[in-house]
């Protein structure tokens, strides 16, 4: 039997992400800071180029620690910049950096990331019950407030 998918695609990483990640409540620091930094580096640019540099990412930024990250310098600027297998754009390897050290801060008033970014939808998932993604509004009262 096919299993049916929220896109079409016969790209690998695509159905590995779909089927095993996308759309997977995420309660773990690490992996929402991951998220995070990805998707900032994916600004512009198609999910499939950053699934595809994902394992260089993971080791270019020390695993996505973001107790390491924030502690970044100008030299590992330099040195992500001369990183061939990642997006080498220095607005978005210096906004990692104030990310982690964002979320750093977040995690000493909360106790967690997690904490603070499931506050926002009461601590569960949100179903749209939606019957195509167009319908799919652009801006909710939870992000704009997640935004903020």
């Not at 080791?59 to 390491?68: G, I, L, M, T, V």
């Not at 970044?72 to 754009?89: A, C, Q």
């Not at 390897?93 to 008033?109: D, M, V």
């Amino acid at each position: 039997m096919k299993k049916k998918r929220c896109w079409n695609t016969t790209n690998p990483l695509y159905i590995k992400y779909h089927d095993e990640e996308w759309g997977t409540p995420v309660h773990d620091d690490k992996t929402l800071f991951e998220f995070l930094t990805l998707e900032g580096f994916q600004a512009g640019l198609t999910w499939e180029l950053i699934l595809k540099r994902r394992e260089a990412f993971r080791k270019a930024f020390d695993d996505f620690n973001p107790k390491k990250i924030a502690a970044y310098t100008d030299r590992d600027v330099k040195r992500l910049m001369n990183n061939p297998d990642i997006i080498r754009n220095k607005a978005k390897i210096t906004a990692a950096i104030n990310n982690a050290q964002r979320f750093k801060e977040i995690q000493k008033e909360f106790g967690s990331f997690d904490k603070f970014i499931w506050q926002f939808v009461g601590g569960k998932t949100i179903n749209h019950a939606l019957k195509n993604f167009s319908n799919m509004p652009s801006e909710t009262e939870q992000s704009n407030a997640m935004s903020k």
